[in-house]
């Protein structure tokens, strides 16, 4: 059980065909130029996420993700760029894990941890629209003010 590509393995045999269409071939992975919010954040579990989002106001006419993560936050961060897509900020900060995770037909309980990465980097995201700073990747965010 130690066995490190054993237990990948086994956790394959968990993964709903949703989970594995999403990270076999997700939507909106990539940086966008010029966002108008931004979030990163530094996962426990030594994982990292990007949350790009341009807006029309407070709507989220585009969101895009990039991670380091394996298939389980690759496919939450793109479940979620398309179901905020239209919405406004408020509406997508009242996302839940549980919703992610419902709409990749479940994810195993060692995983559930990718749904929660992704919504907290949304929400920095939004947060940090709304406190008017970090709307770029880079640049604007200084050592120290994100934790």
């Known amino acids: 059980m130690s066995d490190h590509t054993g237990t990948v393995e086994q956790g394959r045999t968990s993964y709903s065909a949703k ?34 989002l341009r807006l029309d106001g407070d709507r989220i ?12 936050a690759i496919a939450c961060a793109s479940v979620l760029t398309k179901t905020v897509r239209g ?3 408020g509406e997508a900060g009242k996302i839940r894990p549980e919703d992610v995770i419902a709409a990749l037909d479940g994810l ?27 709307k770029e990747p880079f640049g604007k965010l200084r050592a120290g003010s994100g934790g």
């Open 19 to 52: 989970l594995i269409a999403e990270s076999s071939n997700p939507s909106n992975m990539g940086r966008m130029p010029d966002p108008g919010a931004y979030g990163i954040i530094h996962g426990c579990c030594g994982d990292t996420m990007e949350i790009y």
């Open 61 to 72: 006419e585009e969101a895009t993700f990039t991670t380091d993560g394996r298939e389980s």
């Open 87 to 89: 919405l406004s900020l």
């Open 108 to 134: 195993p309980e060692a995983k559930v941890h990718c749904a929660k990465l992704t919504l907290n980097t949304l929400r920095q995201a939004i947060g940090n629209w709304h406190a008017g700073g970090s």
